[in-house]
């Protein structure tokens, strides 16, 4: 199951919600993250966009793999999602 691309390929990643919460934190975090300090633009910004963009990218690449171990090892990888939004206070059920 996953979503149907224009050239009949499915991405089975976009049926997971935890994958959309992840996608929708990082578009969130880039967002808030242009409104920074100047002088945190380049540190404490950067950082958190690359954190950010890593749960969703750790997921698909999960999603990917073909055994079980492989798809373990990426899925808790991006297990820290939740803690980053529980310390955001955007936590979801």
Do not use: C, Y
């Amino acid at each position: 199951m996953g979503v149907a691309t224009g050239r009949g390929m499915t991405l089975p990643h976009h049926s997971l919600v935890a994958w959309q919460r992840a996608d929708d934190l990082f578009i969130h975090l880039h967002a808030v993250s242009r409104r920074f300090p100047r002088i945190e633009q380049f540190e404490l910004a950067k950082q958190l966009r690359r954190s950010a963009f890593s749960v969703p990218v750790n997921i698909v690449e999960g999603t990917a793999r073909h055994s079980a171990a492989d798809k373990l090892h990426f899925l808790q990888t991006a297990a820290p999602l939740r803690g980053l939004m529980k310390s955001l206070g955007r936590e979801h059920p």
